[in-house]
């Protein structure tokens, strides 16, 4: 990564600012964290619609006649069934099926995939890609002044329908629009990173505050980082750094669904995957926990009987089961009361199933 | 401007002073930095508290941080509501929501705390 001497601005900047959000640096960008509180913000998004700002993601652009049958082979995932006007979850892996990112590819033509990276990992990805597709352009859009709005939440549809006029429009789980709206042609696709259904708005630099402005009148609350974090977590929607690194396979993280194909497909990462599911015993799984009152946070230790077992991934205070919770790796086999150690002292935890918060995406 | 009759620390608690006892709390820029507020460790009536070591912890949606002693002696009475019901520290931390009394061992110690002019400028440093 190239060092950053001044942090880089969405063109939502003002807006948040106007809002009196709490801007934070993140990932080389100046963000808002909350407007005030993340636990209303979180609800907000549960009940009702918010409205984030997420044009730190880095955004690529790749184009040419062999352009799905390069990403085959670079990605975890194959993207040559993908449909045009669908997006697909998939992820980057090193030689060692080691997860470099998680992204999203949407298919926007034939020959030309548009793709979401995490604002952390953008020039690391975009090094490794352009290792692994030669035959077809690769552009990095990240910073041409346009920028990323996510709308989420149980009325999210009727929003974007009263934003852009069109009552019939409803696009499939993952699929995109290209509706009309008073500020010119948008580029919608129904993502999300909260287990909601949501959507994300794709927009240019004039579209952005007057889009953003209102979805607000139309009653989406503005969400932060903060409340974002929270929702993903209740979800158990991986973060890279915490749940997913280069260390850690998809098959640790439970996500094989983004690799879908790997016995059979090659590509980077395809070997590693195959031998480790032929030869090795998983050493350890992704779990849940629940705690009473204290966050088990990052890096605290899981223990059973007083003996390290596990580390903690991310944790949060969930606003939608009004208790902690978080993730952990836990080594395989481990049965008994589960502690956390938090700086020394101990408190108990209880292990539970994953997502946290049931998914109603698809909804 | 905050209250006047207190000691501050760096760290944002603050200390009253009545006879040889002193009302300790953290500031209300403490509470605003931490967010809503999640949890609330204190100690217990007799427990003995060294200015500048932790004698608790307080835990909001964002972060976990240490309740730092300003002063140095022994606990002669803990707010004890407070941790099931953390509204008063929330609300109004620099009264309701005061945290232990403790008899000082060493009154010499409060020379080395801010007055409230001090803290105003460092909060206004911070920001």
Redesign the interface.
Same mark, same amino acid.
């Given at each position: 990564m190239t060092p950053q001497t001044t942090l880089l601005r969405t063109p939502l900047l003002e807006a948040h600012q106007k809002l009196g959000a709490k801007i934070v640096p993140f990932a080389g960008w100046e963000m808002p964290l909350d407007y005030g509180s993340i636990l209303s913000e979180s609800k907000a998004v549960r009940k009702v619609a918010g409205l984030f700002d997420v044009g730190h993601m880095a955004r690529f652009r790749l184009r040419g006649p062999q352009v799905a049958e390069e990403l085959d082979h670079a990605l975890g995932g194959r993207v040559t069934d993908q449909p045009v006007g669908m997006a697909r979850y998939t992820m980057l892996l090193n030689e060692l099926g080691g997860i470099v990112d998680d992204l999203i590819t949407y298919r926007t033509g034939e020959d030309e995939f548009f793709m979401v990276v995490n604002a952390s990992n953008r020039h690391r990805d975009a090094e490794v890609l352009r290792e692994r597709i030669t035959h077809s352009s690769f552009v990095d859009e990240t910073e041409d002044g346009g920028g990323i709005l996510a709308l989420q939440g149980p009325l999210a549809l009727s929003l974007l329908q009263a934003l852009t006029g069109d009552a019939d429009l409803a696009p499939d789980f993952l699929g995109l629009a290209f509706p009309s709206s008073p500020w010119g042609p948008l580029f919608v696709a129904r993502t999300g990173y909260t287990g909601e259904h949501g959507y994300e708005i794709f927009v240019n630099a004039e579209q952005a505050i007057p889009v953003w402005n209102q979805l607000l009148k139309l009653g989406a609350s503005p969400v932060g980082l903060g409340a974002r974090d929270v929702l993903r977590l209740e979800a158990a929607l991986p973060l890279y750094g915490h749940e997913i690194h280069e260390e850690i396979t998809p098959f640790d993280a439970n996500l094989r669904f983004a690799v879908r194909g790997w016995k059979t497909r090659e590509f980077v990462g395809s070997d590693a995957l195959q031998k480790l599911a032929n030869t090795e015993v998983p050493s350890k799984e992704l779990i849940g926990l629940t705690a009473e009152k204290r966050v088990p946070r990052e890096g605290y230790p899981v223990l059973c009987n007083g003996v390290e077992v596990g580390l903690v991934c991310s944790g949060v205070w969930s606003a939608t089961l009004e208790k902690p919770i978080a993730t952990a790796y836990l080594q395989m086999g481990v049965e008994g009361t589960l502690t956390v150690s938090a700086r020394g002292k101990e408190f108990p935890v209880e292990r539970v199933g994953l997502p946290f918060v049931p998914h109603r995406s698809r909804n | 401007m905050r209250p006047e009759d207190r000691f501050y620390m760096d760290s944002h608690e603050w200390a009253k002073l009545d006879g040889n006892t002193a009302t300790i709390g953290v500031t209300d820029f403490a509470i605003e930095q931490l967010? !809503?507020l999640?949890?609330l460790?204190l100690p217990e009536v007799g427990a003995t508290i060294s200015k500048g070591e932790a004698f608790g912890?307080v !835990?909001s949606?964002?972060a976990?941080s240490d309740l730092i002693a300003p002063v140095s002696g022994e606990i002669v009475a803990v707010n004890t509501d407070l941790p099931d019901a953390l509204e008063p520290l929330q609300e109004d931390p620099h009264e309701a929501g005061w945290l232990i009394k403790v008899t000082l061992s060493n009154q010499g110690e409060l020379d080395s705390l801010k007055k409230v002019e001090a803290y105003e400028e460092l909060v206004a440093a911070t920001r």
């Open positions: - | 967010g !809503e999640v949890f460790d912890e !835990e949606v964002k976990v």
